[in-house]
Every structure is written in structure tokens, then in C-alpha cells.
């Protein structure tokens, strides 16, 4: 079940899961609202039966100075980026812990983890999140509920087309990134697609980050030269 806010968006990504041969559909969720959370596990329970697996995804990521968020900015990114993570778990966690099995998987940033000027409540939600996937994963662990979270860096999604389109932009990524390339959708599904797997079964409550060997360059080096 892909689920979003807007829907058109969702239904295209279950024509494409469809067309490579698996069981696919697509659901409104505002997750903001609670409601909203229940008529969409109750949709995907007649649909597809007991969820096995929840990826909180959904996120805003806005751009602005400090001293212009405003109290609206900052509640509308808090309901979305760190309330509709708690409540999506909560509510299939009440399912999962009944089968005493299942996968949570909270997709967060190396923003988690670095601050950026620009970005301080998308930060601060964000590292939230690192910290509900921490509690979670304590508290839900011993139900035979796992918790896990992806850290992507910087990943050629729509979001960052306008960035991706700056040369300049680009190359300054690739001079902090070790690896020497943009990160890919794919390389992020590859890591939800393990952590949700058998072969990462005595694995909870960690954090694994997909950002090209972002992380590990220390922030005083002189920027990368990559040979091609």
C-alpha cells in the first residue's frame, strides 16, 4: 500500500510496483490527522490483511531563515515530520504486537545528526525522529516488534531537482560526499528493503546511513577531487 497526501503521486508509484508484477495500491493519508492514519490501516487491512511492514516516509523539508519560521511553519512540520511517524507506529504496532512479530523502518536525514542554518526546525524534527526510533525500538523490541531508521544524504528526488540542475550546487555535493555521487531513490530502497528483511533480524533500534561516506569526512578537510 503507497500511501500520501497526494494521492495522483501514489497511484502512479502503484502502477509501477503493479507493472513489475507485485500486488500494488494507492491510499490518501494526511498524517497529520489521526483519522485520517486509521481509515488508512483499516483500508490496506481489507486490502492486503495484517501489516507487516510500516515505512514512515512522509516529510516536509522546507528552506528558511531562523527568525522568519513562523509558529504555523513550525507546527505544520512538527505534525508531519515527527507526530506522524508516532502515531502511524502506534497504530500498526497495536496490530503487529498481537502476531508478536513485524518491521518499522522511520526515514530520516544526516540532518538528523548535523545541523544546517538554514533547515533548524527540519533538524530539530528530525532528530526527533532519531529519538522516537530509539524509544520505539525499547519499548516495542520485546513484542517482537523491530525499529529501525534510514539516514539518506542528499538523493536526486524531486524535491531536489531545482538543486540538481546547479552545477556548481552539484560539484560542491560531490567535493563533501567520498563516494562521488548523488544518491540514488534505489540505494535508499535497497537499505529499507534489507533492515525489512529476515537477514537484519537481530538488528533494532539503529541507524543506517546512506549518504555516500558523507558522514564519516571530517568537516575541516579540503573538499574531495574525485578521479574519474
Same mark, same amino acid.
Given at each position: 500500500?503507497?500511501?500520501?497526501?497526494?494521492?495522483?503521486?501514489?497511484?502512479?508509484?502503484?502502477?509501477?510496483?503493479?507493472?513489475?508484477?507485485?500486488?500494488?495500491?494507492?491510499?490518501?493519508?494526511?498524517?497529520?490527522?489521526?483519522?485520517?492514519?486509521?481509515?488508512?490501516?483499516?483500508?490496506?487491512?481489507?486490502?492486503?490483511?495484517?501489516?507487516?511492514?510500516?515505512?514512515?516516509?512522509?516529510?516536509?523539508?522546507?528552506?528558511?531563515? @531562523? @527568525?522568519?519560521?513562523?509558529?504555523?511553519?513550525?507546527?505544520?512540520?512538527?505534525?508531519?515530520?515527527?507526530?506522524?511517524?508516532?502515531?502511524?507506529?502506534?497504530?500498526?504496532?497495536?496490530?503487529?504486537?498481537?502476531?508478536?512479530?513485524?518491521?518499522?523502518? !522511520?526515514?530520516?536525514?544526516?540532518?538528523?545528526?548535523?545541523?544546517?542554518?538554514?533547515?533548524?526546525?527540519?533538524?530539530? #524534527?528530525?532528530?526527533?525522529?532519531?529519538?522516537?526510533?530509539?524509544?520505539?525500538?525499547?519499548?516495542?523490541?520485546?513484542?517482537?516488534?523491530?525499529?529501525?531508521?534510514?539516514?539518506?544524504?542528499?538523493?536526486?528526488?524531486?524535491?531536489?531537482?531545482?538543486?540538481?540542475?546547479?552545477?556548481?550546487?552539484?560539484?560542491?555535493?560531490?567535493?563533501?560526499?567520498?563516494?562521488?555521487?548523488?544518491?540514488?531513490?534505489?540505494?535508499?530502497?535497497?537499505?529499507?528493503? @534489507?533492515?525489512? #528483511?529476515?537477514?537484519?533480524?537481530?538488528?533494532?533500534?539503529?541507524?543506517?546511513?546512506?549518504?555516500?561516506?558523507?558522514?564519516?569526512?571530517?568537516?575541516?578537510? !579540503?573538499?574531495?577531487?574525485?578521479?574519474?
Amino acid at each position: 500500500m503507497l500511501a500520501d497526501i497526494n494521492v495522483a503521486l501514489a497511484e502512479r508509484g502503484a502502477r509501477k510496483v503493479a507493472g513489475a508484477g507485485y500486488s500494488a495500491a494507492a491510499a490518501f493519508v494526511d498524517v497529520r490527522r489521526f483519522a485520517s492514519i486509521r481509515q488508512l490501516i483499516r483500508k490496506t487491512n481489507a486490502g492486503f490483511g495484517p501489516i507487516d511492514i510500516l515505512v514512515n516516509n512522509a516529510a516536509l523539508q522546507p528552506i528558511q531563515d @531562523f @527568525f522568519k519560521v513562523t509558529e504555523r511553519d513550525w507546527n505544520d512540520l512538527m505534525a508531519v515530520n515527527l507526530r506522524g511517524p508516532f502515531l502511524c507506529g502506534q497504530v500498526v504496532a497495536a496490530q503487529m504486537k498481537k502476531r508478536h512479530s513485524g518491521v518499522i523502518i !522511520n526515514i530520516v536525514t544526516t540532518n538528523s545528526f548535523t545541523a544546517r542554518p538554514d533547515m533548524v526546525p527540519y533538524a530539530a #524534527s528530525k532528530g526527533g525522529v532519531s529519538m522516537l526510533t530509539r524509544g520505539m525500538a525499547a519499548a516495542l523490541s520485546p513484542l517482537g516488534i523491530r525499529v529501525m531508521e534510514v539516514a539518506p544524504g542528499t538523493t536526486a528526488t524531486p524535491i531536489q531537482a531545482a538543486a540538481m540542475r546547479q552545477k556548481a550546487k552539484v560539484q560542491e555535493l560531490l567535493s563533501r560526499t567520498p563516494i562521488g555521487r548523488i544518491g540514488t531513490p534505489e540505494d535508499v530502497a535497497a537499505a529499507v528493503a @534489507f533492515l525489512a #528483511s529476515d537477514d537484519a533480524g537481530y538488528m533494532t533500534g539503529s541507524t543506517v546511513f546512506v549518504e555516500g561516506g558523507r558522514m564519516a569526512l571530517s568537516p575541516t578537510s !579540503n573538499p574531495l577531487k574525485h578521479v574519474k
